[in-house]
């Protein structure tokens, strides 16, 4: 059996590339929407789709469609299902498929949610980003608090498996203040959230203003602590981790398209600068498409790169120890070629950072905090 490939899973990830607006803290490949057609991007997505399954004659049906950004909700109903026929056509679509799509409060609130579901939409992932109206402003949102859960009970209406996305530890955002606002939102009653810190980006505009000193990031230390307070209030609401930034009520709403990204499965990129994984003849390969949408209008053939066995290992390791189901430190010694050092286990063992439980490598509460540098710890050579 191989350490990676499809059989840890098989998805589709759209990478829409347009916003209304592009939001200061954004690092994505985006692009402002203005009165661009989107027709011509829709064609050349469905073109590269139908051009990858002639590279992957042998691949399984989808477990999964993502479409992200960017802010695909400004797709139309008939485009997503054109780009959904052209998975189906190409792939086939498991009868169980997760089909995600992301979406900004205001598309919910001016669109047709009803007919994405029509569509073949069964997931939407709403980018409400806070309740606050004054930090939706800091963040660029052009959305209120009122619109973001009028959102969410709009939602409701269409789509049981759904999940709201909150950014925390912004400058100045109190452990009070978090608490409060995180209740409430979890008081709407999404059965997932996904919960993120606030990066500063260099290349971004609020990387900018941090390097004039216009503002201030929030301290790591304060920033561990807020995310230990995210866990202790999302755990005592039924919604514990089960990933680094994750929440769900129950393993039926977890993410398993992300799943795909963590177990190392296969997935295709399309759109502007989408990145996908295929394993092609044993081969581990990371494909980039063109990144500005002019160039990838001309040409939907991605860059394509063989990792080598080393990389691939790596890249599973510091995948694996995000969702809280753990690394399978049987596959990570067939994708190494030698076991786990078990002293580098006990040391984080005795540092209450990981826990080893049979043949999986668990990460604990603070180990999540620190998952990148723990698989740097772990890597053998
Ligand atoms: S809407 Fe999302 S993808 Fe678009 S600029 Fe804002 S954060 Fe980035």
Partial sequence: MNAVGPEFGFGLYIHWPYCARICPYCDFNVYAAKDRESDPLVQAIVDDIRAHRS???????????????????LLSPAQMERILTAAQASFGLKTDAEISLEANPNDVLSGAPSDWALAGINRLSLGIQSLDDQALAFLGRDHNGKD??????RTQKHFDNHSVDLIYARPG???????QELTDTLALGAPHLSLYELTIEERTAFGKRAARGDLVPMEDDDQADLYDLTQEVCEAHGLPAYEVSNHARTDAFQSRHNHIYWASGDWIGVGPGAHGRLTINGHRMATEAKKRPADYLEVQKPDQNKLS?????????????????????????TLFGVPVDTDVLSNLSEQ????????????????????????????PY
């Avoid at 955002?173 to 608490?179: C, G, R, S, V």
């Avoid at 066995?309 to 010694?333: C, I, K, N, W």
């Fill in 309 to 333: 066995q080393h990389d691939t290992a790596t890249e599973f390791l510091a995948m694996a120890l995000r969702p809280t189901s753990g690394v399978d430190l049987e596959r990570f010694e």
């Fill in 352 to 379: 209450k950072l990981a826990r080893q439980e049979g043949q999986k490598l668990h990460l604990t509460q603070s180990g999540r905090l620190m998952a990148d540098y723990i698989a740097s710890l772990l890597v």
């Fill in 148 to 153: 973001a859960r009028a959102a969410v009970e």
């Fill in 173 to 179: 955002q109190t452990a009070e203040a978090w608490q």
């Fill in 55 to 73: 590279t992957l004659p042998e691949h399984p049906p989808l477990d999964s469609v993502f479409f992200g950004g960017g802010t695909p909700s």
